[in-house]
């Protein structure tokens, strides 16, 4: 089912991404995400590590870096996942351009630095990780410092790209002749071996 927060408004609306089931997929298999806070006289922005988990996107930091300081003091922040899949030649400069896919996530941070909070937080979140749960518990004292994230999503767009779904150019525009050279597989979990999820290696 498609959530309320998803919205298709933008100003190419041939781009807008609204496939719900292939979003959340997308969502489940990146592994990275840039996150902007508030912060004087420039936005402050970080790559994290990201766990979805519908409704929310779990993160953590450090209690005593910059990161951290910023989200005490204004909780609402913006999440951007991305994926290139190729470059695209057509003979005009202008059309030289990309496919790809895009989510863009508004939300607000609900934080804690309770421990037995953050090792629950971090136990939902490694099991994108290591479904296998293969691993020894989280200790007290790595928990004490962190900052565990249940970022909260109150609106979300996703754009996409494809010259397979017809995506060339603007409405209205002739359809550019482009040549298409995709990039190498990123780095996905999908990407990994299944040995990577092996309950038995450190037996």
């Known amino acids: ?17 609204t496939d719900w089931p292939a979003i959340e997929n997308f969502l489940k298999n990146e592994l990275i995400c840039r996150v902007a806070v508030h912060d004087e006289p420039y936005p402050y922005i970080t790559a994290q590590s990201f766990t979805f988990v519908g409704a929310a996107f779990l993160i953590h930091c450090s209690r005593f870096g910059k990161f951290a300081a910023a989200i005490r003091a204004n909780q609402h922040l913006t999440i951007e996942i991305d994926r290139p899949v190729a470059l695209l030649k057509a003979p005009k400069g202008q059309n030289t351009s990309l496919e790809y896919y895009s989510v863009i996530a508004r939300c607000r941070a609900q934080i804690t630095q309770v421990t ?11 099991d994108k990780f290591r ?7 989280i200790e007290d004292g790595a928990a004490s410092q962190i900052i ?21 150019s603007p409405p209205g525009q ?22 990577a999820f092996d309950k038995n290696r450190f037996k």
């Open 1 to 17: 089912m498609t959530p309320t927060y998803l919205r298709d408004e933008m100003r190419r609306t041939d781009l807008a991404w």
């Open 116 to 126: 037995g909070e953050v090792i629950a937080h971090q136990n939902q979140a490694l």
């Open 131 to 137: 479904p296998e749960k293969d691993y020894t518990p």
């Open 148 to 168: 565990a994230m249940r970022c909260v999503i109150d609106e979300m767009t996703a754009k996409k790209r494809i010259l397979a779904d017809g995506q060339y």
């Open 174 to 195: 002739p359809q550019a002749p482009y040549i298409r050279y995709p990039f190498a597989a990123g780095a996905t979990l999908s990407g990994l071996p299944e040995d």
